[in-house]
């Protein structure tokens, strides 16, 4: 099974500031994942796909990079509707979530 | 628009049984997988089932694997899960999602609001 760990666990950031979050998995997934925003007692909402393709309707301050094992999640200006919690999936292999980031303001 | 909603969520004891129903619209069922995802009480995100778009592949979770069981109804553009055995580890908010598709393991792009599964005596 591939694991998904995400980095930090939480993060206190500024309206304005840039926002990095990791997610590495346990192997490699190619090109094969995706970034969730969850705000509380909320769905799930797509941000980005297969690594770096913004979904539809999403602002382009939100990018994402990477391959193999290591990606990355940038919110170039956070604000106050990021504030929430991220999850990046691999979809390589079945499907697993990473344990979150929560985005919290400072 | 899409639109998922689930239902049939409740209160069930430990060992008991519960069937889960997300009816879809907006767009052509037939053509797409639908995923089951549940989320603990303060907790992460959980993949539990799919189901492809013509019902000829499942695949569960370990953690329910024998215990659930994903279908859908393609005249009534419904999915279910029929979950059996139920444990405390079960309680969640239970959500369907749409599989995007085009690939063989997809992610998703619309989710229902959710519907929670409590397993308490």
């Known amino acids: 099974d591939i694991q998904m760990t995400q980095s930090p666990s939480t993060l206190s950031a500024s309206v304005g500031d840039r926002v990095t979050i990791t997610c590495r998995a346990s192997q490699s997934i190619s090109s094969w994942l995706a970034w969730y925003q969850q705000k509380p007692g909320k769905a799930p909402k797509v941000l980005i796909y297969e690594t770096s393709s913004l979904e539809s309707g999403v602002p382009s301050r939100f990018s994402g990079s990477g391959s193999g094992t290591e990606f990355t999640l940038t919110i170039s200006s956070l604000q106050p509707d990021d504030f929430a919690t991220y999850y990046c999936?691999?979809?390589?292999?079945?499907?697993?979530f990473g344990q979150g980031t929560r985005v919290e303001i400072k | 628009q899409v639109q998922l909603v689930e239902s049939g969520g409740g209160v069930v004891q430990p060992g008991r049984s519960l069937r889960l129903s997300c009816v879809a619209s907006?767009?052509?069922?037939?053509?797409?997988?639908i995923h089951w995802v549940r989320q603990a009480p303060g907790k992460g995100l959980e993949w539990v089932a799919v189901i492809w778009y013509d019902g000829s592949n499942k695949y569960y979770a370990d953690s329910v694997k024998g215990r659930f069981t994903i279908s859908r109804d393609d005249s009534k553009n419904t999915v279910h899960l029929q979950m059996n055995s139920l444990r405390a580890e079960d309680t969640a908010v239970y959500y369907c999602?749409?599989?995007?598709?085009?690939?063989?393991?997809?992610?998703?792009?619309?989710w229902g609001q959710g519907t929670l599964v409590t397993v308490s005596s």
């Open positions: 907006g767009f052509t069922f037939s053509t797409y997988r």
């Open positions: 999936q691999q979809y390589n292999s079945f499907w697993t």
């Open positions: 999602a749409r599989g995007a598709g085009g690939s063989y393991y997809d992610y998703c792009d619309y």
